[in-house]
């Protein structure tokens, strides 16, 4: 039976955990599938700091991927935490992020495309072409002499980096995803 951990064999979803969560958040996840568990157990089966096992928790609570009901110890007063995961819309919210580097990459190359770039010779600092102009084509950190650059290769680079990402949302098959380049 699946108890919902295939999901985790997907590269970019375990990718995408380690970015959020840290190293040991897909410990956290493991831990929580498949059923319901307070904080406190959880750090206690993976001899984990409590505040660590909170964090991620709030974490995947954050990105709705997992929630809590809270309830009142009787005998200690204290309020109780039980924790269950919502796994499968990792995928949604994975697409989501791209969606939004997309929409990132998709600025950077219309201001690239749309911008004429001079560099200094000794630095490399590149500066548009209108700045450069009213600094008398020197370089703002060392004065050297700035020339020309065509930065037709960042554009096409660009380019190939927002078809890769449309093409990853137009057909997102779960574990057959490139591992996102950033
Ligand atoms: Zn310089």
């Not at 750090?43 to 928790?57: M, Q, T, Y």
């Not at 650059?149 to 890769?164: F, G, H, P, T, Y």
Request: include cysteine; aromatic fraction near 10%.
């Amino acid at each position: 039976m699946d108890n919902g951990s295939a999901i985790l064999e997907n590269p970019e979803v375990r990718q995408f955990f380690e970015e959020v969560l840290g190293e040991e958040g897909l410990k956290v996840i493991n831990a929580l599938i498949g059923r319901e568990a307070t904080d406190e157990e959880i750090a206690e089966e993976l001899g984990l700091k409590l505040n660590l096992v909170r964090k991620i928790l709030y974490k995947l609570y954050d990105y709705r991927l997992a929630s809590y009901v809270r309830t009142k110890d009787k005998d200690i007063g204290w309020y109780i935490y039980t924790w269950k995961l919502d796994l499968p819309r990792v995928m949604d919210v994975i697409q989501e992020r791209k969606r939004k580097i997309l929409e990132d990459l998709t600025n950077k190359l219309e201001y690239e495309a749309n911008t004429v770039f001079f560099e200094c010779t000794n630095d490399h600092f590149r500066i548009p072409y209108d700045i450069a102009s009213e600094r008398g084509f020197r370089c703002p950190q060392c004065e050297g002499a700035l020339e020309y650059i065509n930065n037709q290769e960042a554009v096409e680079s660009l380019e190939r980096e927002i078809r890769r990402l449309q093409d990853e949302l137009e057909n997102p098959v779960p574990g057959a995803l490139k591992a996102p380049r950033m």
